[in-house]
């Protein structure tokens, strides 16, 4: 197949290898931001928040420059077919990984002011896991971008319904908490939209990886993934 | 111009201006078009892409004859222009070139007056009874070929003395007197600059309205920007042919995908 086959200008190959690193570094980054800001809330780590938030500056900054440097290769050597659209998929998916240092940068904001809790103590180890889940998720999917492996993307697909039960679960319990102490409504709502945050960084992996497939096969995934989360349909 | 939104829609009520099957060419021993199986729409820009020597030039040659020229070259299979054999013994070949007109990729103005120029295809097949008419078709072919505010001060100066761009849409304006039913572009734009082939372009695009237009060029950015079906030729063989908005983005070859993001030569 010429994926494999190097283009004749070969500072083309160089531009395509160059954009698809600054997405693999600016993804590091992003998924460490996420594991680091549930960790700190797990571990009440004020220190280690407030770097989660300082860090997205440059996860900001790489963003720019990915996307600048996209149209700067689009402009300068109209790509085509699966040129093209690993152009696009980069640009789509430095977009959701933007989106998923917010969420990071939210959980730790958050962390700053929850303080130590009944609510929290039962909740934020369940929080961790459900971060690392999402960042392995967040990984693989980068990966089947870079090897262009839609079997790869169809498993990071499919592994989001485990992200969306686990917000569920969460989702239940915070509930019961709230109806039972009205002292713990505070925390508990903040706990809920750090679950929920992290549940949507989980929807970003997917994206991302739906990407994936449509650079590998051309066209997007067809059938409409298992969705796990329920809640919206919770009275 | 490419319809990309409008990928299908229109297309399926268009009818096919030419159907080719099963063409092959030959030059002496050289088999330089194998097989080949195409469908050129009515009122549709087709481009013919493919790198150097795939054959594309000869299998637009074939559509009007012109490889007739060439002695060591034979041609088999069949070529029906609105169900026609051009091929047949009936056809007179400089009959078949006014319906199938041809611009290629030097501008070759006749070394006479810009009127003479447009007005030589028409006088030659009788087509006017008077001056008047023959005004008319000149006037008529040199608007389509965006031309007319340019040159209608000065219709008796020499054709060769215009700009490169004017010297194409003049012959452009030539080969269109006639009011073919397809159009062949050999590299129309391969001699001249960039805002000169943005108003071949813009041209190519307002003439496909009226008739068929199939170019070959070594653009690829040319083919994606005006054609709405593209060919890929490689090695004498069409490889493939689809809607250009699907050729460019996903096209289903391994040999157009390395051809036209640069792979191969």
């Known amino acids: 197949m010429s994926d494999s086959e190097s283009h004749i200008v070969s500072s083309f190959d160089r531009d395509l290898e160059a954009l698809q690193a600054h997405l693999l570094r600016m993804g590091g980054l992003v998924e460490a931001a996420l594991v680091n800001a549930a960790k700190a809330l797990e571990a009440q780590d004020l220190p280690a928040a407030d770097s989660v938030i300082i860090g997205d500056k440059a996860v900001d900054a790489l963003e720019e420059f990915i996307q600048t440097e996209a149209a700067s290769l689009i402009a300068r050597r109209a790509p085509t077919a699966s040129d093209l659209r690993l152009v696009l998929a980069v640009m789509r998916a430095a977009h959701s990984l933007e989106r998923v240092g917010d969420y990071a940068k939210n959980v730790a904001k958050r962390t700053r002011v929850i303080g130590r809790s009944a609510p929290v103590d039962g909740h934020a180890g369940t929080i961790r896991r459900m971060s690392v889940m999402v960042a392995k998720m967040l990984e693989d999917a980068q990966l089947a971008l870079v090897r262009k492996d839609a079997s790869l993307a169809a498993a990071v697909r499919a592994r989001d319904v485990e992200i969306d039960q686990m917000y569920n679960t969460l989702f239940r319990s915070l509930f019961t908490y709230m109806m039972e102490s009205a002292g713990s409504i505070g925390p508990s709502m903040h706990l809920h939209f750090i679950a929920k945050n992290i549940e949507r960084a989980g929807d970003h992996a997917t994206t991302i990886a739906e990407q994936a497939i449509y650079l590998a096969t051309g066209s997007r995934p067809s059938e409409e993934r298992v969705k796990g989360d329920s809640t919206s349909a919770t009275a | ?265």
């Open chain 2, 1 to 265: 111009m490419n319809d990309m939104t409008h990928k299908g829609l229109g297309l399926a009520t268009q009818t096919a201006k030419i159907s080719a099957s099963g063409v092959q060419v030959h030059y002496g021993t050289n088999h330089a078009l194998k097989d080949v199986d195409v469908t050129i729409l009515d009122r549709t820009v087709t481009a013919f892409i493919g790198p150097s020597g795939c054959g594309k030039s000869t299998f637009l040659r074939c559509l009007n004859r012109m490889n007739d020229t060439v002695a060591s070259c034979r041609v088999s299979g069949q070529i029906l222009l609105e169900g026609e054999d051009i091929y047949d013994r009936r056809v007179d070949p400089v009959q078949l070139r006014a319906k199938v007109g041809m611009v290629f990729q030097k501008p070759n103005p006749f070394p006479k007056s810009i009127y003479d120029n447009v007005a030589y295809g028409p006088k030659i097949h009788g087509m006017t009874r008077n001056k008047a008419e023959l005004d008319a078709i000149v006037e008529a072919s040199l608007r389509k070929a965006a031309l007319w505010g340019e040159v209608k001060d000065r219709l008796d100066a020499t054709g060769t003395g215009l700009s490169g761009g004017q010297q194409q849409r003049l012959c452009i304006a030539r080969a269109i007197a006639t009011s073919p039913e397809v159009l062949l572009m050999d590299e129309p734009c391969s001699a001249l600059d960039p805002i000169a082939t943005a108003q071949v372009e813009e041209l190519i695009d307002e003439l496909r309205h009226q008739f068929s237009v199939v170019i070959v060029t070594h653009s690829m950015q040319q083919a994606a920007r005006v054609s709405q079906k593209t060919a890929f030729f490689h090695l004498g063989n069409l490889v493939e042919f689809g809607e250009t908005g699907d050729i460019f983005t996903n096209p289903k070859d391994p040999r157009t995908e390395a051809y036209i993001t640069g792979r191969i030569g």
